[in-house]
T-cell receptor
């Protein structure tokens, strides 16, 4: 079992729809959780960070964390074609270890 | 302000050689992390350095080593290169140890032939 699991996709949504990206993790001592966006051929770009249970909103993006269920998600409202990319879930533990999932590829169709 | 800069951007090496990759963090950032990313996978954590000390190590062989300098720049060294070391090597910097607000450089594409 991978430490961070993401649906590989591809996930396809029409423009203006809500895209829902999910991530589960196995390490209960994980402290910090991040969502990165990676365009093809580019390096990852931080979108959201979340550290406590609940929702965190930033513009069209909402991150949700449930530590009891070891689950973190990212919602993208009013999806745009420019949101088409691979979305990476990542976590960080106090032991100084970062772990990334393999990403979910999102395509937003005009 | 300059972002995270990595050099070189591309590199071709022969099996058995060694390579040194360099990273300059964003000004004021004290943490540098190194990752290896192969096509179709997420970045794999190699090392984290904070305040010039190793604070985290991933599951990579001892052929991989790194260090951080007093100006917080960092080097990743890989000895006895294997074909399987071909990948994009990413450096990320952050202000804190917890990797909050981490920013990635553009990466170094290493090809081992």
């Amino acid at each position: 079992q991978k430490e961070v699991e993401q649906n590989s996709g591809p996930l396809s949504v029409p423009e203006g729809a809500i895209a829902s990206l999910n991530c589960t993790y196995s390490d209960r001592v994980s402290q910090s959780f991040f969502w990165y966006r990676q365009y093809s051929g580019k390096s990852p770009e931080l979108i959201m960070s979340i550290y406590s249970n609940g929702d965190k909103e930033d513009g069209r993006f909402t991150a949700q964390l449930n530590k009891a269920s070891q689950y973190v998600s990212l919602l993208i409202r009013d999806s745009q074609p420019s949101d088409s990319a691979t979305y990476l879930c990542a976590l960080y533990t106090n032991a100084g270890k970062s772990t990334f999932g393999d990403g979910t590829t999102l395509t937003v169709k005009p | 302000d300059a972002g995270v800069t990595q050099s070189p951007t591309h590199l071709i090496k022969t099996r058995g050689q060694h390579v040194t990759l360099r990273c300059s963090p964003i000004s004021g950032h004290k943490s540098v992390s190194w990752y290896q990313q192969v096509l179709g996978q997420g970045p794999q954590f190699i090392f984290q350095y904070y305040e010039k000390e190793e604070r985290g190590r991933g599951n990579f062989p001892d052929r991989f080593s790194a260090r951080q300098f007093p100006n917080y720049s960092s080097e990743l060294n890989v000895n006895a290169l294997l074909l399987g070391d071909s990948a994009l090597y990413l450096c990320a910097s952050s202000f804190t140890l917890m990797n909050t607000e981490a920013f990635f450089g553009q990466g170094t594409r290493l090809t081992v032939v």
